[in-house]
């Protein structure tokens, strides 16, 4: 079966969400296709203790606040999924479920979107899949560990692994959040390429957004690289990361050199005992159903002016970070540039 929109929208999480509110506000036909059974995106899929860097009036999409949540100054993913179900169904916005693109191609003077249940043509197409590829590092001896081994997106509570030896890798937000998870009740060992940087207790994504924002509109005048948040630190120091830290509890080793059967093993011999190993070691962008385009340059990385791709400007990309966008990975952060990719959109159709 072959469909026609104006706009296809790849992807209906907060990215997505974000563009249908204004290419809805602008009167174009459009369509969301999102790969997941129900909506709230990737948040569907994080650890139970997980809670947003900022209140909840500062984690909010375009149009529509999301209201606190008894108890919590900043809400937990629970409550995030509830928002983005709730702002979808108030916007009414097109989302088809489970459809998910395998491949965006030229055809003619439309871009054609095939999916795992028919095709779509479109005069123009929004990718905003999201960051949402889970990165593993090739260490040697990754298939000597007789352990188990799982990623972020795989963890879920302390309660999986009470008792038992484990080590988190990573010196990000989840390395350090999911530390602080399990350093009560179990023998962890936490690891990080470089020292831990914590940011001051009282930032918190309000800032983080604040630099992001300052940091482009500095390169846009061709004004000096403010560093952006990565001038500040890495890690927002969340209530449970401050209480473990301050109890000493987060220790951050530097990276082992390899992993062994029973463990991980340091170039200087130390080893460690291990039952299990969490990589906090971060995602990639999910953008394999724009490969039929061939717009990545050597390193993988598509050229973008703001969201358009230079090198085909029906492509827009929203949500992946910095390069389309400042904090465009975040919910308050995406507006902007949803706004900013609508616009051209329209512009192009006009």
């Known amino acids: 079966m072959t469909r026609t929109a104006q706009v296809v929208v790849i992807g209906g999480g907060q990215a997505g969400l974000a563009a249908g509110y204004h290419l809805r506000r602008l009167g174009l036909e459009f369509v969301n296709l999102d790969a ?17 860097f900022s209140p909840a009036a500062y984690s909010s999409l375009p149009g529509r606040l999301m209201p606190p949540q008894t108890g919590e100054e900043h809400p937990d ?14 916007y009414e916005l097109p989302v088809r479920r489970p459809v998910r ?62 008792g038992r030896r484990v080590i988190v890798v990573g010196g990000g937000n989840s390395g350090a959040q999911i530390a602080a998870d399990l350093a009560y009740d ?3 060992t936490w690891v990080a390429r470089r020292p831990p940087r914590f940011l001051a207790d009282d930032v918190d994504g309000r800032a983080l957004f604040g630099a992001a924002t300052a940091r482009r509109r500095a390169l846009d005048r061709g004004g000096t690289d403010t560093g952006g948040v990565a001038a500040l630190g890495d890690i927002v120091a969340v209530e449970p990361v ?8 987060l220790k951050a080793s530097p990276m082992f050199a390899r992993l062994v059967p029973g463990g991980v093993e340091w170039a200087d011999g130390t080893r460690a005992e291990a039952d299990a190993v969490i990589w906090c070691t971060g995602f990639r962008p999910a953008l394999s159903h724009l490969a039929p385009l061939r717009l990545r340059g050597r390193r993988g990385h598509i050229a973008t002016a703001g969201t358009r791709a230079v090198d085909e400007p029906r492509l827009h990309l929203l949500g992946y970070g910095d390069w389309t966008g400042p904090a465009s990975a975040t919910l308050i952060g995406v507006g902007r540039p949803a706004r900013e990719a609508a616009c051209a959109i329209a512009g192009l159709l006009a």
């Open 36 to 52: 997941r059974t129900e909506p709230g995106g990737a948040w569907q899929h994080t650890w139970d203790s997980l809670h947003l």
């Open 101 to 162: 693109a395998l491949g965006v191609y030229r055809d003619g003077g439309l871009l054609r979107v095939e999916t795992d249940s028919g095709t779509w043509h479109g005069r123009a197409v929004i990718s905003a899949t999201g960051t949402w590829r889970p990165f593993l590092p090739a260490v040697p001896g990754g298939g000597d560990f007789a352990g188990q081994q799982l990623h972020t997106v795989e963890y879920r509570r302390p309660q999986d692994f009470a």
């Open 186 to 188: 179990t023998e962890l």
């Open 77 to 90: 993913a629970a409550h995030v999924v509830a928002y983005l179900r709730e702002y979808e169904k108030r």
């Open 242 to 249: 401050r209480e473990a830290r301050d109890r000493g509890l």
